[in-house]
Structure formats: structure tokens, C-alpha cells
């Protein structure tokens, strides 16, 4: 079955700086892939998606880098805010399913 | 701005005890789903649902469980017989489009079976 785990549990930043949460996914059919946050107390909210035919995408303060070759998902937050605190899942779909698999999370803290 | 309503927030059941999780999906939305999140693991998926029928549903969802939008507004998810390990967080989402990984979450309805 499908895999999608996350590197690192968490992760803390000084505000400002950068961030850089990663994932790692097994299935190699997987042709389009999410990153969510969750706030506590709150469900996963989308921030970002990609498709497999793509390496990079960006968003407002967010970048999302796939690498096919090594199944390596990353999401890049810049100049990090406390309001960024949250957990981070990534979640892949196969292609030809509509059927989402999520990671396990990593918590980001930012530290004023 | 629009989004996806759970009640209640907490329930609290005994084992073996049906219970309903409520849902109001944002209302031009077609598309309905359920997940649960047991403490500190991954969010699952369980269904999916479109035009008053389950269009997908994982090997989690089997004959304990199932859904219903009894009117024009509701997305219901029922357990007819709780255990224990039903106790988690249930997310309901719901999208326009037939693209799970654009749904919008609702805060979740936390379980607990004792």
C-alpha cells in the first residue's frame, strides 16, 4: 500500500526566517500531491498542491518542490509567523483515484 | 466566507451505542466526505459521496458505518455499533468539484467511545 511519512516531527523557527518541512512518499504512481495545515482544534486546510508533471509551485508565501526521481515532497514557508504554527501534512492520490493518503504531520513551532 | 459545519464538537458514547455525526456541507457543493483521525496518527479517509450515493469508501468504512444526506443541507455519518477503536476525531469535507484534495475540512467532530 502506499506510504507517505514525514522526515521530522517537528520543526521550530525564529519568525522571519525560513521554513522547510519535508515528505517522503512511496508510491511512485502518485501523480498529485497536497500539503495541509491543521491549527488546533480546527480541520486540515489546504495550502498548496502540485501535479507530477511539475517540479516546482508557488504560492502566496509558500513553495511547494517536488523531486520524482528520489519521491521527495517539500513545502517552503517564507518568512515564517506565528500564525504559521500549526501542523503540516503532505497527501498524495494515485493516478486514476480520487482517494487521498496523508502523512503523519510534522508541528511547526515559530518563536517570537 | 462559506465553510463546513460538524455537530457536535465532542460526543461521548458508550461502546456498542449507534451515534449520528452531523454535517452542513457548504451549500453549492456536490461533493461530501468523511475522514477520521485517531489521537496523534494520520487523517484517513473513509467515503466518499456524490449525488446521493457513496462513490468511493476505504477498507475502514465497512458494514458499522454509513451515510446519508437526509435533506437538502445534512451529511450524516452513522456507527451503529461503537468500539472503542472508533474513538477519533471525524472530519466531514465537502467540494465543489469531484477533487478531493480541494475540499474544504470542517473543525471536526471528536468521538469518544467508553
Known amino acids: 500500500g502506499e506510504s507517505v511519512g514525514l522526515h521530522l516531527p517537528t520543526l521550530s523557527v525564529q519568525e522571519g526566517d525560513n521554513s522547510i518541512i519535508n515528505c517522503a512518499y512511496s508510491n511512485s504512481a502518485s501523480d498529485y500531491f497536497i500539503w495541509y495545515k491543521q491549527e488546533s482544534g480546527k480541520g486540515p486546510q489546504f495550502i498548496i498542491d502540485?501535479?507530477?508533471?511539475?517540479d516546482k509551485r508557488q504560492g502566496q508565501r509558500v513553495t511547494v518542490l517536488l523531486n520524482k526521481t528520489v519521491k521527495h515532497l517539500s513545502l517552503q514557508i517564507a518568512a515564517t509567523q506565528p500564525g504559521d504554527s500549526a501542523v503540516y501534512f503532505c497527501?498524495?492520490?494515485?493516478?486514476?483515484?480520487?482517494?487521498?493518503?496523508f502523512g503523519t504531520g510534522t508541528r511547526l513551532t515559530v518563536i517570537p | 466566507e462559506p465553510e463546513v459545519t460538524q455537530t457536535p464538537s465532542h460526543q461521548v458514547t458508550q461502546m456498542g451505542q449507534e451515534v449520528i455525526l452531523r454535517c452542513v456541507p457548504i451549500?453549492?457543493?456536490?461533493?461530501f466526505y468523511w475522514y477520521r483521525q485517531i489521537l496523534g496518527q494520520k487523517v484517513e479517509f473513509l467515503v466518499s459521496?456524490?449525488?446521493?450515493?457513496?462513490?468511493?469508501k476505504s477498507e475502514i468504512f465497512d458494514d458499522q458505518f454509513s451515510v446519508e444526506r437526509p435533506d437538502g443541507s445534512n451529511f450524516t455519518l452513522k456507527i451503529r455499533s461503537t468500539k472503542l477503536e472508533d474513538s477519533a476525531m471525524y472530519f466531514c469535507a465537502s467540494s465543489e468539484q469531484n477533487r478531493q484534495g480541494q475540499a474544504f475540512f470542517g473543525q471536526g467532530t471528536r468521538l469518544t467511545v467508553v
Open positions: 459521496f456524490y449525488n446521493n450515493e457513496i462513490s468511493e
Open positions: 497527501a498524495e492520490r494515485a493516478a486514476g483515484a480520487n482517494n487521498l493518503f
Open positions: 502540485i501535479r507530477s508533471n511539475m
Open positions: 451549500s453549492n457543493h456536490l461533493y
